[in-house]
């Protein structure tokens, strides 16, 4: 996960080096986007962009290819009616994508996404495994590298309900009124997609850069990518259920025991509607003055609190791992926010008069902004410690017309 400091496993990019220029198939997908999103906060790289449609064109995606060092090939198909589409869908992406490498004897390090299903008897791990050998032919017969990466259960922040994982559709389910159901009460073998995008970044590493490997024998590798927790689907989603009853419903921040559970906690918070913010306080008044509880926690954290002159902007960033709450206290606030790689701006307006909060979901930049005409006083809480040598709050305006300013 990212708090486990995953700085601490990047190999440097020697200066004088060009970028490694790395495209990701299926960047629009669940893990596409988080490992996009996280490429981009390392030096030394250089994404090249790719759409769906390049796989329709010979020549769209001929060009890709041609311009990548590195390829991490997620564009798959996980679920349909038909078992025999998913595997024709499957097999023949991969063979496209080995064609094109051929037409233009372009030679990028390839790592695929296979899955523990490989072993299963049905056509979707069937299609991985035929997939990932296709690769591993092309690899040997051209002198290149391939690393095929049989990935656990992944599950974090923006996966699709119904489709991606388990943890997905509870999440929604319990954030969107409806009755969580479980079918099988199986045993899971997890990985979180921060720890699982650094596994990716870390193999893609040793081969370094392209103009260090020419004139090198190929290199395939079949590599089990270790979960990192292993929990029944009932212990989960009683979990989840703690989260809905004592944050979703009473605003209060759960106790968090582990790395898991702050990764689950982080994932269930990214399914919130809209609308459910700013969550609003209960406001004691009586011939003193008033009294307002702003936030209960069940863990350690650090307060702080800013004074903000009229027409002022504080924010525009984001986090991949905190938690964080903003509570007005006194004043007129615009809060804004957008999830990184959307264009999505949701607003919320909040004042000293009637108090309330909202909190900050990772990925997601935000900022807030006295629109009043008197100074506004903003209460912040967040569950770590500020530390200038893993800050974990990276700079992205919310609106992108202000990116250049």
Not at 54 to 81: G, P, Q, W, Y
Not at 252 to 261: A, Q
Not at 339 to 363: A, C, H, K, Q
Request: hydrophobic residues 30%; aromatic residues 12%; contains cysteine.
């Amino acid at each position: 996960m990212e708090s486990s400091n995953s700085s601490n496993h990047q190999l440097p990019v020697a200066s004088n080096q060009s970028p490694i220029k790395i495209g990701i198939t299926g960047q629009a997908g669940f893990m596409g986007t988080h490992l996009f999103n996280y490429l981009k906060l390392k030096e030394g790289v250089e994404l090249i962009p790719f759409k769906d449609e390049f796989f329709s064109s010979k020549e769209t995606l001929e060009n890709f290819v041609k311009k990548c060092d590195a390829i991490v090939h997620l564009a798959a198909m996980n679920r349909h009616e038909d078992q025999n589409v998913i595997y024709d869908t499957n097999i023949k992406l991969v063979n496209d994508l080995v064609s094109a490498c051929e037409n233009t004897n372009s030679t990028p390090h390839i790592l695929m996404s296979s899955s523990t299903q490989e072993i299963r008897d049905n056509l979707y791990g069937k299609s991985k495994k035929e997939g990932r050998e296709l690769l591993e032919n092309w690899a040997k017969k051209n002198n290149a590298y391939f690393t095929g990466m049989i990935i656990p259960n992944v599950f974090g922040p923006f996966g699709q309900p119904y489709y991606n994982s388990v943890i997905a559709t509870f999440c929604y389910q319990l954030t969107h009124g409806e009755e969580p159901k479980i079918e099988v009460d199986g045993e899971l073998k997890l990985i979180y997609i921060n720890e699982l995008v650094e596994e990716f970044w870390i193999k893609i590493q040793q081969t370094n850069h392209k103009s260090q490997i020419t004139n090198h024998h190929s290199t395939v590798e079949r590599y089990e990518v270790p979960h990192t927790s292993v929990n029944k689907v009932s212990e989960i989603l009683e979990i989840l259920k703690s989260y809905k009853k004592v944050y979703f419903d009473d605003g209060i921040i759960p106790k968090i025991n582990n790395s898991f559970e702050l990764a689950l906690f982080n994932t269930f918070r990214c399914y919130f509607p809209n609308d459910k913010f700013p969550f609003f306080l209960k406001k004691n008044t009586d011939n003193r003055g008033s009294f307002v509880e702003i936030i209960r926690t069940n863990v350690p954290g650090q307060y702080s609190y800013s004074t903000t002159k009229p027409g002022i902007t504080r924010g525009d960033h984001y986090h991949t791992r905190k938690i964080e709450r903003f509570a007005v206290i006194s004043g007129k606030a615009r809060i804004e926010l957008r999830r990184i790689g959307t264009n999505e701006v949701v607003t919320y307006y909040l004042t000293g008069e009637n108090p309330s909060f909202v909190d900050m979901p990772i990925w997601t930049t935000h900022n807030i902004t006295n629109i009043g005409d008197d100074d506004l006083f903003t209460l912040f809480w967040i569950n770590e410690p500020y530390d200038p040598n893993d800050p974990d709050t990276f700079y992205e305006p919310v609106r992108k017309e202000n990116s250049n300013k």
